[in-house]
């Protein structure tokens, strides 16, 4: 496998992820489809006003998201491949504009494929990366860039961070699917068949 796929392949899913979050708030009620952290966060300020109107709709979306992930989980048990997991979501993603269901209905169901995503590919290159939030990614970077700067000697304690350039394409990446994601929303009537049309390049090219 060409050094670079890894790379394409991680870079690819955070767009994805990056489209699914920017639609998912801008049509789907202010909710995260992909940003557990964002939901979480938003869920509580809402409590806290004692509005639960708004509290339920930032919840609901993370028992979506785990069921996801435990089905792909599970799809990776069973078939040792994380292709049946993106194209289950890219599918998600391509009829979930076409059901007869609400904007409500809608973000768990892309919730749902966000958390199959999560864990079905987990490690690109040797690096541990999550394809749906960037907080992690953001301080491996740093990490990697204080390494580079100033390399230090080796301590069980300050594990090296390895492939800078893999880290910073992974959020960059989320930045640009957001904003490609914020742009097809008022130019195309089905803006999630763009992350899906991605999913299957990656499985497929």
Same mark, same amino acid.
């Given at each position: 496998?060409? =050094?670079?796929?890894?790379?394409?392949?991680? #870079?690819?899913?955070?767009?994805?992820? %990056?489209?699914?979050?920017?639609?998912?708030? $801008? #049509?789907?009620?202010?909710? /995260?489809?992909?940003?557990?952290? %964002?939901?979480?966060?938003?869920?509580?300020?809402?409590?806290?006003?004692?509005? !639960?109107?708004?509290?339920?709709?930032?919840?609901?979306? *993370? +028992?979506?998201? +785990?069921?996801?992930?435990?089905?792909?989980?599970?799809?990776?048990?069973?078939?040792?491949?994380?292709?049946?997991?993106?194209?289950?979501?890219? @599918?998600?993603?391509? &009829?979930?504009? +076409? $059901?007869?269901?609400? =904007?409500?209905?809608?973000?768990?169901?892309?919730? +749902?494929?966000?958390?199959?995503?999560?864990?079905?590919?987990?490690? /690109?290159?040797?690096?541990?990366?999550?394809?749906?939030?960037?907080?992690?990614? $953001?301080?491996?970077?740093?990490?990697?860039?204080?390494?580079? $700067? !100033?390399?230090?000697?080796?301590?069980?304690?300050? =594990? @090296?961070?390895?492939? /800078?350039?893999?880290?910073? &394409?992974? !959020?960059? @990446?989320?930045?640009?699917?957001?904003?490609? @994601?914020?742009? *097809?929303?008022?130019?195309?009537? !089905?803006?999630? *068949?763009?992350?899906?049309?991605?999913? *299957?390049?990656?499985? /497929?090219?």
């Amino acid at each position: 496998m060409s =050094p670079r796929r890894p790379v394409l392949h991680a #870079t690819a899913l955070v767009i994805v992820a %990056g489209i699914a979050d920017a639609v998912g708030y $801008l #049509t789907m009620g202010g909710v /995260f489809t992909a940003n557990m952290t %964002g939901n979480t966060v938003l869920a509580g300020i809402a409590a806290a006003q004692h509005d !639960w109107a708004r509290t339920w709709p930032h919840i609901a979306p *993370l +028992f979506c998201f +785990f069921a996801g992930a435990m089905v792909s989980r599970l799809l990776l048990r069973l078939t040792h491949r994380s292709a049946p997991g993106l194209l289950i979501e890219a @599918g998600l993603l391509v &009829l979930v504009d +076409f $059901l007869p269901i609400g =904007p409500e209905a809608k973000v768990l169901v892309v919730a +749902f494929a966000m958390g199959i995503q999560a864990s079905a590919v987990t490690h /690109f290159a040797g690096s541990a990366i999550s394809t749906v939030v960037v907080t992690s990614t $953001l301080a491996r970077a740093a990490d990697s860039a204080l390494d580079r $700067l !100033w390399p230090g000697e080796e301590h069980p304690a300050v =594990p @090296g961070v390895p492939n /800078f350039r893999l880290l910073a &394409l992974t !959020w960059s @990446g989320y930045l640009i699917g957001a904003i490609v @994601g914020a742009c *097809l929303v008022p130019l195309v009537a !089905w803006p999630l *068949l763009v992350p899906a049309a991605i999913l *299957l390049l990656v499985v /497929f090219v």
